[in-house]
């Protein structure tokens, strides 16, 4: 499955953005889905995921209350909605898919397949 990661930009802190992961391929319902981030001289760090079917879902302790994770199955795309934004949240923001196991998975290893990133930032 091939994955393209949109939305990204630039944001003032308070602010809103919709991150976009589509995919080709195959149909994304076969997947469990994820988000991670990755900001200069840091770790790729978890920001999110769901299961295939979109039941259960896991976000990071910075991001609970503040972001959403859903997919559209149909669409084959994957959504990450940031409101709230901090200039902590400023990352490339990476999507990816893998094979259904039943929990959420929130390590990278647990994924493999892998978008090219967007870049999100924002200002103070």
Do not use: H
């Not at 630039?10 to 602010?15: D, E, P, S, T, V």
């Not at 076969?30 to 976000?59: C, H, I, L, N």
């Not at 959420?104 to 103070?124: F, I, K, L, M, N």
């Amino acid at each position: 499955v091939q994955l393209q990661a949109s939305g990204g930009g630039l944001a003032q802190a308070g602010g809103s953005l919709r991150l976009s992961c589509a995919a080709s391929g195959r149909t994304l319902g076969s997947y469990d889905m994820t988000w991670f981030r990755q900001a200069p001289g840091r770790e790729r760090e978890f920001v999110a995921a769901t299961t295939w079917s979109g039941y259960s879902k896991s976000y990071a302790d910075s991001v609970k209350g503040r972001f959403t994770i859903s997919r559209d199955n149909a669409k084959n795309t994957l959504y990450l909605q940031m409101n709230s934004l901090k200039p902590e949240d400023t990352a490339v923001y990476y999507c990816a898919a893998g094979p259904p196991r039943g929990v959420v998975a929130t390590t990278p290893r647990d994924y493999d397949y892998w978008g090219q990133g967007t870049q999100v930032t924002v200002s103070s």
